[in-house]
């Protein structure tokens, strides 16, 4: 009762800081609009690694599995992709139809868990791509030219766009606030959100 207490606090508290730093953002005229938000001016405004704030913040996220399908046998979810078992595997979180699946993707290992983890990563990507809310790499603050030339990391369900390859040690270096930028950068864009998804950059 009181673990859950907590955790429903953490979640308040966490939606808290992301609305302040929105708001904080607004207030110093950072320019907002879907597809328009600069990566690394969000980065610096996402709490230090180490701090109450950031872990505050990071448990306040929402890890979403990307498929309406069981990521082990494909067959259709229940409740519409909303039910069956939800687990955090390697860092990524992931739904399967039932136990059977579970206890399957439990004693997997090797080559068959990396292909499944490709596969995660792949549905991550289809789902974010379309609406991704930065225009520019979050770590160097190049322009993202396209689908075809961005260097894409997927982490904690999450799709983070570098400009490229010399952008992802740095990226390695604090995978969680990177994607809390491309977290916090889609909840300015939805604020923002112009109707219609047509003028996106790069696509
Ligand atoms: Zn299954």
Redesign the pocket.
């Known amino acids: 009762m009181r673990a859950r207490a907590s955790r429903r606090l953490f979640l308040v508290l966490g939606l808290a800081c992301i609305l302040t730093t929105a708001t904080l953002l607004w207030a110093e005229g950072v320019h907002l609009c879907r597809g328009d938000l600069e990566g690394p001016a969000l980065y610096k405004s996402i709490p230090a690694e180490g701090t109450t704030e950031r872990t505050v913040m990071w448990r306040g996220r929402e890890s979403r599995f990307p498929l309406k399908t069981?990521l082990?046998?494909d067959?259709p979810l229940p409740d519409h992709g909303r039910g069956g078992p939800e687990f955090t595997l390697e860092g990524s979180v992931i739904r399967?139809?039932?136990p059977?699946?579970q206890a399957k993707l439990r004693e997997m290992g090797g080559g068959r868990l990396d292909d499944l983890q490709e596969k995660l990563a792949q549905a991550v990507i289809q789902r974010d791509k379309g609406d991704y809310p930065l225009n520019t790499c979050p770590v160097t603050g190049r322009k993202l030219a396209g689908d075809a030339d961005a260097v894409d990391q997927v982490y904690d369900n999450t799709l983070v766009r570098l400009a490229d390859d010399d952008a992802v040690d740095e990226f390695r270096k604090d995978p969680d606030g990177y994607v809390l930028t491309v977290r916090l950068a889609r909840t300015l864009a939805k604020q923002r959100s112009l109707p219609g998804r047509s003028g996106n950059a790069g696509r």
Do not use: K, T
């Open positions: 069981c082990l046998c067959s399967v139809c039932g059977e699946c």
